[in-house]
């Protein structure tokens, strides 16, 4: 069993404890979601990707990263320094994230950016969790969703409640079945094999040219300099999505304006 196989069982666990119906309820009167595809293609620094800056305490491949970070704290500090948007990790038992920290940045912290929650999305109560924790986007990653028609049906799912959807590639197959959705308008190519755990930037390189210009494509995993936010600004990437880089650095603030372009200004 991969990394990937044990994370979807633990998320079978999780989903069986939810109470759907009232997270249904729970949603549908939730505020309406603020515009995550707006946020980020919106280029905020002359050419460069617009930067999703998350919230990440750790990781399966890395191990723990930032165990003590003040969240919160570090929120303030990528919207100060040029962040589109901010991607909050909610798994608890593989990344030390939780569901709490998307509900707080946007009820009680009122963070001005779009939040994404970030996590491994594989029922419609886990969408409508999200919306009720006032995401305003969430990911579907095509590795996790095999089966075309649950595929379809949690994008669809997502688009009702008017959140964005993020759908996750990482190689040519997923990039065909993403592009099949209906209405499909962002899609993430993850440098990260999720079986391995592998990164390498030339997966962006390679499938970005499968995706018309229509759609608005994120770059994920392996991004850590401006060097290499210019190497996909060349291949009209629109927005990046950075955690490691950021967590681990010993001046937040500097890699923050450093990878969304700001500094350049």
């Not at 905020?44 to 990707?49: K, T, V, Y």
């Given at each position: 069993m991969n990394i990937l196989e044990k994370i979807i069982a633990q998320k079978k666990l999780e989903i069986a404890a939810l109470d759907a119906s009232a997270l249904r309820r729970a949603a549908e009167q939730s505020p309406a979601p603020r515009d995550f595809l707006a946020a980020i293609?919106?280029?905020?620094?002359?050419?460069?990707?617009?930067?999703?800056?998350?919230?990440?305490?750790a990781s399966p491949s890395k191990g723990i990263?930032?165990?003590?970070?003040?969240?919160?704290?570090?929120?303030?500090?990528?919207?100060?320094?040029?962040?589109?948007?901010?991607?909050?990790?909610?798994?608890?038992?593989?990344?030390?994230g939780k569901l709490e920290t998307l509900h707080d940045l946007r009820f009680t912290h009122h963070s001005t950016l779009p939040l994404l929650r970030k996590d491994f999305t594989i029922?419609?109560?886990?969408?409508?969790?999200?919306?009720?924790?006032g995401a305003d986007a969430i990911l579907l990653i095509a590795a996790a969703l095999t089966d075309d028609k649950h595929f379809a049906d949690l994008h669809a799912c997502a688009l009702s409640l008017g959140?964005?959807?993020l759908?996750?590639?990482?190689?040519?197959?997923?990039?065909?079945?993403?592009?099949?959705?209906?209405?499909?308008?962002?899609?993430?190519?993850?440098?990260?094999?999720?079986?391995t755990f592998e990164v390498s930037l030339t997966t962006t390189e390679r499938l970005r040219p499968m995706i018309s210009p229509e759609i608005a494509v994120v770059a994920e995993s392996g991004i850590f300099t401006a060097a290499d936010v210019d190497r996909l600004a060349?291949?009209?990437?629109d927005a990046i999505l950075?955690?490691?880089?950021?967590?681990t650095s010993e001046d937040i603030p500097a890699k923050?304006?450093?990878?969304?372009?700001?500094?350049?200004?």
């Open positions: 293609k919106r280029r905020r620094f002359g050419l460069r990707p617009s930067l999703i800056a998350e919230l990440k305490r990263l930032a165990p003590h970070l003040d969240l919160f704290q570090v929120a303030d500090i990528y919207t100060q320094n040029g962040a589109a948007a901010i991607s909050v990790l909610t798994d608890e038992k593989f990344f030390m029922d419609e109560t886990q969408i409508y969790e999200a919306r009720a924790n959140l964005t959807a759908v996750e590639v990482h190689d040519e197959a997923e990039t065909e079945r993403a592009l099949k959705l209906k209405d499909v308008k962002l899609i993430g190519i993850n440098n990260r094999n999720l079986a060349n291949i009209n990437i950075v955690g490691e880089a950021l967590v923050v304006r450093e990878l969304s372009g700001m500094e350049s200004q």
